[in-house]
């Protein structure tokens, strides 16, 4: 296994998981649902790109998995900039497809017993386990320390007040 393969199935299985996380909780658009969000689009942005030096499948060409990579990533991008202009409906519509688009490769990917991950089920599954308990532990993490409040100075510094 290659560390790209092993860079992108970190990435997209922290986006599965962070993505499950943000579509299942409410409120939505709270600070924890914001700072979940923007780990969950760097996850996906790392899973597409790396997808595409990934041709285990098909070596020396594009399987349909790249087409959905590429597709992934303008609907990421533009549910992204959908957010940041605060036109929420469309950033829900986008994000949400991006996620169903995520689970679909999932399947995907694991479905052919060929392919990298059912590999090391059977080859070493102890590895496997470890390697998603990790990925679930950078999960919560990242929940856990989203939900923190923010600690501030008692006086910052752009406010402090200067004896005249």
């Known amino acids: 296994m290659t560390m790209v393969i092993v860079i992108h199935a970190t990435a997209a299985t922290l986006s599965l998981v962070l993505g499950a996380v943000n579509l299942a909780r409410r409120p939505k658009g709270d600070r924890r ?3 979940v969000g923007r780990v969950w689009v760097v996850a996906m942005y790392l899973a597409v790109l790396t997808s595409f030096a990934i041709r285990e499948v098909n070596p020396g060409g594009f399987s349909w998995l790249h ?13 992204w900039v959908a957010a ?15 996620y169903v688009g995520t689970v679909a490769a999932f399947v995907g990917a694991v479905v052919v017993p060929q392919r990298a991950v059912p590999r090391l089920a059977v080859d070493h599954p102890w590895l496997l386990s470890v390697a998603a308990a990790a990925v679930l532990a950078v999960a919560w993490l990242v929940v856990a320390l989203a939900g923190r409040p923010v600690r501030r100075r008692d006086v910052l510094i752009s406010e402090a007040r200067v004896p005249r």
């Open 33 to 35: 649902h914001r700072l």
């Open 84 to 98: 940041l202009r605060g036109r929420i409906e469309t950033h829900r519509g986008f994000l949400r497809g991006s």
């Open 67 to 79: 087409g959905l990579s590429a597709f992934t990533l303008v609907t990421l991008t533009v549910g």
